[in-house]
């Protein structure tokens, strides 16, 4: 079959790298994909969100599969032009409709849906320039640390977390006046969960799912968790707190409820899940939903699957997910992403980078570069990431380390402390 996947990142490329090994792939396409996915497929120079290109594109290759890499286009309602155009309706598409993307579309949305369902989440206040005063008085209620939520999309970097009232107040007003732009227009204030964070994925086809591996992601820009957030500097798999006392309560109290609950509010849904979770001593919460695979978790949870992703994408498409089962290695993973210097803020791009010697114990997934004739360049923040299997966490992190440190761009700058906190 051939497959087209939409997006350009590091969990595009490990999507990519794992689909490229089924023997049900004649041919893989990635619009627009980088330089690593050139590897295992073909580019496509068109935007994940193209509608119109990506449906010649569709009818030119004899795509028969879909997958959906990025929130963006989902968000945006790429299965639903799927769904209403006669000549794609039949094409399945991986990755929910608009409606049911809204889970990770809108904060409050996603509150509403939890409540709703009786899915264990932090009290929250959702907050507009309208009801500035009410916003302020919940802020009065709660204990610091702050947490302040864009209730659109913004790039992964629209939560603010503020130990100081006044300074939360001043914040949630900037916010409102459009600080991430049209996505904080509206604001979720939540009551801070106290916890290790840790993300949960599955696959589902709006009946029944797989449990994919969890993994737990690191967001800050600086070691031992300072500075700004980012799109993600490293991730880890498994999680050493996860036990299966842990797992069987995330299953039972979280993950069944969120696919009986899509199926009882008659929303469609066959794509990914991302659950991110607060761990409280022992107690889940959902912090938020997203609708597609982590970046960088993916390169940590799909190196660990064993079973043919492809296949499990049919049977989704299928409705027969129910009759699937998935091997995970027992091995652990570990990511450690190479950013620009100065990312998240202002970055150059077009720096060349030059690999020392070749790396064969690692896998070295690209996020944002592109190729430039026969070199490679960075087009982004996050540049790329070293993924490595090992007996447990540190011989991974050991791998890992080690070839990072054979990649080279100008002002290349990496986490040194990925998975330390773990133990």
Known sequence: MNVLLLGSGGREHA??????????LDKLYIAPGNAGTATVGTNLPISATSFDEIKEAVKKYD?????????????????????????LKNIPVIGPQKYAATLEGSKEFAKNFMIRHNIP???????TAENLAEGFAFLDTQVAPYVLKADGLAAGKGVLIINDLQEAKTELQNMLQGKFGDASKTVVIEECLKGIEMSVFVLTDGESYVLLPEAKDYKRIGEHDTGLNTGGMGAV?????????LMTRVEEEIIKP??????????????????GLMNDNGTPKVIEYNVRMGDPETEVVIPRIKSDLLKLFVAAANKTLSKETIEIDEQSATTVMAVSGGYPEAYEKGKVITIDSEISDSIVFHAGTTLDGQEVKTSGGRVLTVTSLGKDKNAALELSYKNIKKIQFDKMYYRRDIGVDLG
């Open 121 to 127: 989440t932090a009290k929250h206040f959702t907050v």
């Open 15 to 24: 999507l990519a790298w794992k689909m490229a090994q089924s023997p049900l």
């Open 258 to 275: 969120t696919v009986a609950g899509l199926k009882k509010d008659n929303i469609p849904y066959c794509g990914f899940i991302f659950f």
């Open 63 to 87: 795509i028969n599969l879909v997958v959906v890499g990025p929130e963006d286009p989902l968000v945006k309602g790429v299965h639903d032009f799927f769904l209403a155009d006669s000549e």
């Open 237 to 245: 798999s498994p999680v050493p707190f996860a036990d299966k006392a």
